[in-house]
């Protein structure tokens, strides 16, 4: 056994193996005595680890090889930090190599793999934790392993981010960022919208911090371009301590400006990129945040709500004439009139139609010299066909190693999980994260013909906190089949809502354990059953149309702009294009809310058709009631029907001869 050591500044870096075929010279070696226990504790490891040039393979930080025999008794590697290593931070090469325990080894940052096993033998793993791994970042396994069988790993427990493995050459470096060490700000921008000239914007901050152990000088803050600072920085800024700089934008001029935040401390010039627009004297209005990112969220359901706040930073008050959204989203606010300093709140919903990613925009129109302020807006739909599984965490009853729970809800069908032998019940769980509505899980084993037919007898559980499960599909055997269905189970159910979804075997025909190489989990219809606005944002036409009020006005979820047919023409009518058929039992008919649209009865009747070309009555022909005194919106229920194409045939209106909508709401069932 031999133990490098490099010098790194003034911390010693240690690296240890058996003793190789070639030395290198900056290598210090220290023989040890085999057969004996060797400890090797509380060490850091930073940025160590190379190219192997003769077999183009990166070297670990922490390598062990066997090339001469491997002699040593046990060796327990335990509170070890393995920070920034270019290639992998732990190694297995050449002969058969065990009896390795890593306990409590904290792995930070790697350019290639977590661990990399080269070689036969054995090692037992208890919370060696893996992060900023370059595979895994990358969308593959974390660890490296051709090895099968031949490479045991013990799993001890609090382990993370080091399964499962691939087998796929040598990937490219992607070298770990270095750690900040000396003073930094954040953010590196800042943007103040738009401000009318002759006023000042609210004022934005920039943390700088010193991360450093001894204090740092502070030797100029500065500011160019129209902008102005204050700070709390002093002439100096304390050990691991922190001020903050206080940014102000008070345009002089209008049109776009730029300018720079400078801050040199501590030897280190940081600086902030400045943005900001002038305005003409009036009302100004911006939109914070400037963009909302909403989490996946199941076709038909709705995330939860995200705010915006729109202020007027001008001189005069504003009035907003118009708030809406496009895409997969609605809203509702409070924006009417704003005074000078005054702001007022828009409510934003997410209710993807399709899985996918999706985008919208929310756009504020106003009397405002810098109108619209717009947010972008962005999203993703998880459809009946997403495996939400896919990534998430897993854990069994027991595990048969290497055969890790974890390989049940990775992306590589070969690998599986196996749970300790001879002994049934056994189970595997994944947690979904959050709780969904769910209606068929797939289950696989590997596809491989080498492994034979088999009947695995299981019953599918669920449970939204992770203790107390209830029985979703009671007990029966599920046949996996290499041949006639390339071994893969699929079970149907009514949907339920959980958020751990759990297999539990009781009997394998093929091996005297549970066995799964994947264990996918779908959800089920519109997730939570909640009806959806299915017109929103879609086609819309009409027979005709007056001036600017055009047939898409009534489906962009703002109540303030409307469609109104040709004047002095009936019967009209306006229909909205769902995409699809869906089963819909309900509408929602507006016209704008305001007083000025005096109390009016339309007669209309609602038709549907699949093909846009023939009709079917949906309901029959009735006079409907809007009064601005109770919102101006009328609600019509029928049995759920399904078709394409939604119409709404006019034939009369008291109010106004047209016919006239602000928003046409055709709900789900």
Not at 4 to 31: D, N, S, V, Y
Not at 92 to 114: D, K, P
Not at 340 to 345: E, F, L, M, P, Y
């Amino acid at each position: 056994m031999v133990l490098h050591g490099h010098r790194h500044g003034a911390r010693l870096l240690r690296q240890f193996r058996a003793e190789p075929e070639h030395q290198h010279p900056r290598r210090a070696a220290i023989h040890l005595h085999p057969g004996g226990l060797t400890t090797i504790s509380g060490n850091t490891l930073i940025r160590d680890g190379d190219l192997d040039p003769n077999w183009q393979f990166g070297v670990g930080a922490l390598w062990f090889g066997g090339s001469q025999g491997w002699g040593p008794g046990p060796i327990n590697v335990s509170n070890a930090l393995i920070e920034q290593s270019p290639y992998e931070a732990v190694q297995w090469v050449e002969g058969t190599i065990s009896n390795v325990n890593l306990n409590n080894v904290t792995i930070a940052g790697t350019g290639t793999f977590a661990l990399q096993e080269q070689t036969g033998g054995t090692a037992s793993l208890t919370n060696v934790t893996a992060t900023g791994v370059a595979q895994a970042s990358a969308g593959n396994a974390p660890s490296y392993s051709c090895e099968g069988g031949n490479f045991v790993i013990t799993d001890g427990g609090g382990s993370s981010g080091i399964a499962p493995t691939q087998c796929n050459g040598w990937p490219a470096p992607v070298f770990p960022p270095y750690p900040v060490t000396g003073v930094n700000t954040t953010p590196s921008a800042l943007s103040f919208g738009s401000a009318a000239t002759g006023t000042t914007a609210a004022a934005q901050t920039v943390t700088v911090t010193n991360p450093a152990s001894a204090a740092a000088s502070v030797s100029s803050i500065s500011v160019s371009g129209g902008f102005s600072q204050t700070s709390t920085c002093g002439s100096s800024i304390a050990a691991n301590g922190s001020c903050t700089v206080s940014v102000k934008f008070s345009p002089a001029a209008t049109g776009a400006r730029t300018g720079t935040l400078t801050v040199n401390a501590g030897g280190v010039t940081n600086t902030v990129s400045l943005s900001g627009t002038g305005t003409a004297p009036g009302p100004v209005l911006n939109a914070a945040p400037g963009s909302l990112s909403f989490a996946g969220t199941i076709v038909g359901s709705s995330a939860a709500t995200q705010t915006v706040t729109v202020t007027n930073s001008g001189t005069t008050a504003a009035t907003v004439t118009g708030v809406a959204v496009t895409g997969d989203f609605s809203q509702t606010s409070n924006c009417t009139s704003i005074a000078v300093g005054g702001s007022c709140t828009v409510t934003v919903k997410f209710t993807p139609t399709t899985a996918g990613s999706r985008t919208g925009t929310l756009t504020v129109t106003s009397n405002a010299n810098n109108s619209p302020a717009t947010v972008a807006l962005t999203g993703s739909g998880i459809g009946s066909t997403t495996n939400i599984a896919a990534g998430r965490p897993a854990s069994a009853s027991s595990v048969n190693s290497p055969y890790a729970a974890a390989n049940i809800t990775d992306a590589d069908p070969s690998t599986y999980w196996e749970s300790a032998n001879g002994s049934f019940p056994q189970w595997a769980q994944v947690d979904l994260g959050q709780s969904y509505r769910i209606g068929k899980i797939t289950l696989r084993l590997p596809p491989s013909t080498a492994w034979g037919a088999r009947t695995e007898t299981l019953s599918v559980l669920g449970s939204t906190d992770g203790s107390n499960f209830s029985t979703i599909v009671g007990s029966a055997g599920y046949t996996f089949d290499p041949n006639a269905n390339n071994n893969t189970v699929t079970v149907t159910f009514n949907a339920t809502t959980v958020r751990y979804v759990r297999v539990n075997i009781t009997a394998n025909t093929g091996w005297a354990a549970g066995q799964l190489s994947d264990f996918a989990v779908f959800p089920s219809g519109t997730g939570t059953g909640t009806p959806v606005i299915l017109s929103q944002n879609q086609p819309a036409s009409a027979s005709g149309y007056t001036q600017t009020y055009v047939p898409a006005n009534a489906v962009d979820g703002n109540t303030s702009t409307y469609w109104e047919s040709t004047d002095s023409a009936f019967p009209q009518w306006f229909q909205v294009d769902l995409g699809a058929a869906k089963s819909f039992s309900r509408l929602v008919l507006d016209l704008p809310p305001f007083s000025s649209w005096a109390t009016r009865t339309q007669t209309l009747a609602i038709q549907g058709s699949t093909d846009g070309s023939t009709f079917t009555t949906i309901v029959a022909s009735a006079g409907y009631t809007f009064d601005p005194s109770t919102g101006n919106t009328v609600t019509i229920t029928f049995p759920a029907a399904s078709y394409r194409y939604v119409r709404a045939n006019f034939t009369a209106n008291t109010g106004w001869p047209a016919g006239q909508l602000s928003e046409f709401q055709v709900w789900s069932s």
